[in-house]
């Protein structure tokens, strides 16, 4: 119920969505290296230079001196990404299943999505129902859970 097994065209739904609603999109191709949430700032980065050409200051990495206070280097570097993008526009997380569960990837993209602007939205695409980190979020109705099935109105 909702959880769509491979092959099924989930990608090509939220591309073809976006294409239809002509939406600005930031993509980001999650894999397992995303794991180590220093690798997933520096890949986030450069997908955010390639939404965002005109903005000449990369953002920042995360080093080991960010380490002890992540949350707040979360907060700070979503702020500045979404800073980055125009409004209305898409982020786009596809592939989310592919990061193990337990690891700090699952921390960090709720406190990223905390931060969220008025006019920008966010589609992470998976296999899996969303980790439980998530499901605050669900309960303070800030994310839907699409279901592939038309809603009821």
């Not at 220093?38 to 990369?58: D, I, N, S, V």
């Not at 690891?103 to 969220?116: A, K, Q």
Request: include cysteine; charged fraction near 25%.
């Amino acid at each position: 119920m909702g959880v769509w097994p491979p092959r099924c065209g989930k990608t090509t739904l939220v591309n073809s969505y976006l294409d239809a609603r002509e939406l600005p999109c930031l993509w980001y191709q999650v894999d397992k290296g995303d794991a180590d949430p220093a690798t997933f700032f520096y890949y986030l980065g450069l997908a955010a230079k390639r939404a965002a050409p005109q903005k000449r200051m990369p953002l920042p990495l995360l080093t080991r001196e960010y380490l002890q206070g992540i949350s707040t280097f979360t907060l700070r570097y979503f702020e500045n990404l979404y800073g980055r993008l125009k409004i209305p526009s898409m982020v786009v997380f596809d592939n989310y299943q592919e990061v193990p569960e337990g690891s700090p990837f699952h921390e960090v993209i709720p406190n990223g999505l905390s931060r969220l602007p008025e006019g920008l939205n966010v589609i992470l695409v998976s296999r899996k129902d969303p980790p439980p980190l998530l499901i605050r979020m669900r309960a303070n109705e800030r994310m839907n859970r699409g279901t592939g099935e038309p809603e009821n109105r």
